[in-house]
């Protein structure tokens, strides 16, 4: 059975920090790349990182250095360090796998953890 489970979120001020962790179970970990998207009221679902099996991250232009997405091939899990958090990155942010060999979306997907920035 494939998981995905996503843990970290909640109320942060902004300016500041959040760490997002997804533990992943039921797949060959190795063959999938990983990614964290998001998506905020009434828009769509948008990539923030993306990180392949064995290689360097890919981040949306609205990062801008301020997230760190990283993999512990070892422990199945993904995570990503958010820094200098704004009122804008409050969203549901998923945790998602891609199967290196096919590409294309994500094929499993986490349920999805809430983080939201507000003083």
């Known amino acids: 059975q494939v998981q995905l489970v996503e843990s970290g979120g909640g109320l942060v001020q902004p300016g500041g920090s959040r760490r997002l962790s997804c533990a992943a179970s039921?797949?060959?970990?190795?063959?999938?790349?990983m990614a964290w998207y998001r998506q905020a009221p009434g828009a769509k679902r948008e990539l923030v990182a993306f990180?392949?099996?064995?290689?360097?991250?890919i981040y949306a232009p609205f990062v801008k250095g301020r997230f760190t997405i990283s993999r512990d091939n070892t422990k199945r899990t993904v995570s990503l360090q958010m820094n200098s958090l704004n009122p804008n990155d409050t969203a549901v942010y998923y945790c998602?796998?891609?199967?290196?060999?096919?590409?294309?979306?994500?094929?499993?997907w986490g349920q999805g953890t809430q983080v939201t920035v507000s003083s």
């Open positions: 998602g796998a891609r199967s290196r060999f096919l590409g294309g979306d994500p094929a499993y």
């Open positions: 039921g797949f060959t970990f190795n063959d999938y790349d």
């Open positions: 990180i392949i099996t064995e290689g360097g991250p």
